[in-house]
């Protein structure tokens, strides 16, 4: 069996001493820190992704999004993860109160060194980037919005509850992104989930060293670019979750240039927790795919390769984290 081992050198060091005027060789360390990365199986996160659209949209206040938010909560438990249930009732733009779930799976609880993984499980509830305007009101199925995200970390939660990592990992799937105001100008109408959580994190004085959050990752020939908010408050990240990509040969999805300042989950959880986190996103110059919040965003657009690279590269910065 192959297996990946990502290797950080440890710089050899020549200590020499003087004994009675003749000199010594004291030391010569030369010490390479293995660390193994398990692999991801883009099978298992295709079938994660699967399993959430058979369910139909996600659209808070319905029952398919109450069935999913079981069926996510179940599988979180399974891998081994300590579960924790948010719920918050929370005003949408228009006035309706969505009953609201953020589910947060925690691994090796104890540590204090803790990465923060995320991405949002709702579907939005209109289509109002469809070419046939009768759809407008329909709501997305949301594969790529949302499911997608949540199938990578659904894998990645797997492997992590068969091999921990040395860090502290925590996997939040917040609820209610995507019930943002479709007329626009509305910034804090997206987002509501994560508003909260940030505001009310899962435990006291929660902290972690930076999160990364996963939006629309999943569609064929997707674009990941440094995002601005994501440059602005945690461009260290940014460069090594790049930078690995590339060492991967992943540089074809993770574009090494910056564009596109997009208001998403991350945003609140770095104004308002505080803990520097980056959004990789599917944009480019022609913004959004062409299936975002339109009737098309179903698995059809999902493509196994893509998850791989997006899998591993976060596999990797994690288990090499201390
Ligand atoms: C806005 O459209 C303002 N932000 C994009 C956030 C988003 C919606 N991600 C997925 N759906
Ligand atoms: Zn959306």
């Not at 989930?193 to 996963?214: D, V």
Request: glycine share 8%; proline share 4%.
């Amino acid at each position: 069996m192959e297996k990946l081992l990502s290797v950080a050198f440890v710089l050899s060091t020549l200590l020499i001493s003087c004994n009675g005027g003749k000199s010594e060789v004291q030391k010569v360390v030369s010490e390479k820190v293995a660390v193994e990365v398990p692999k991801f199986n883009a099978d298992s996160a295709f079938q994660y992704i699967q399993n959430q659209a058979n369910f139909g949209p996600r659209v808070p206040n319905t029952v398919e999004h109450d069935d999913c938010a079981v069926y996510l909560q179940n599988e979180l438990t399974r891998f081994g993860a300590e579960v924790t249930v948010q719920n918050a009732n929370l005003r949408a733009f228009d006035g309706t109160i969505l009953k609201s779930k953020n589910i947060i799976g925690s691994f090796n609880v104890e540590a204090k060194s803790r990465v923060l993984l995320m991405s949002h499980w709702d579907s939005r509830p209109y289509s109002d980037h469809d070419a046939d305007e009768a759809n407008y009101n329909k709501p997305i199925l949301g594969v790529d919005d949302g499911a997608s995200g949540v199938g990578v970390l659904l894998e990645m939660a797997r492997l992590f509850g068969q091999q921990n990592p040395t860090v502290g990992v925590d996997i939040v799937f917040f609820d209610s992104e995507d019930y943002g105001n479709p007329r626009g100008g509305d910034s804090d109408s997206w987002c509501l989930g994560s508003q909260y959580w940030s505001a009310n994190p899962h435990t006291i004085n929660y902290r972690a060293k930076y999160g990364i959050l996963l939006d629309m990752v999943g569609a064929k020939d997707a674009t990941f670019h440094k995002e601005v908010y994501s440059m602005m408050y945690a461009k260290g990240v940014v460069e090594k979750i790049w930078q690995k990509a590339a060492e991967l040969g992943y540089s074809n999805y993770f574009i090494p240039q910056m564009l596109g300042q997009i208001t998403d989950d991350h945003v609140p959880v770095n104004e308002i927790l505080g803990v520097p986190s980056v959004d990789i996103i599917n944009f480019s110059e022609n913004g959004f795919p062409s299936h975002w919040h339109t009737q098309n965003d179903d698995m059809q657009n999902i493509e196994k390769k893509t998850l791989q690279a997006v899998g591993e590269t976060l596999l990797n910065v994690v288990y090499e984290e201390k």
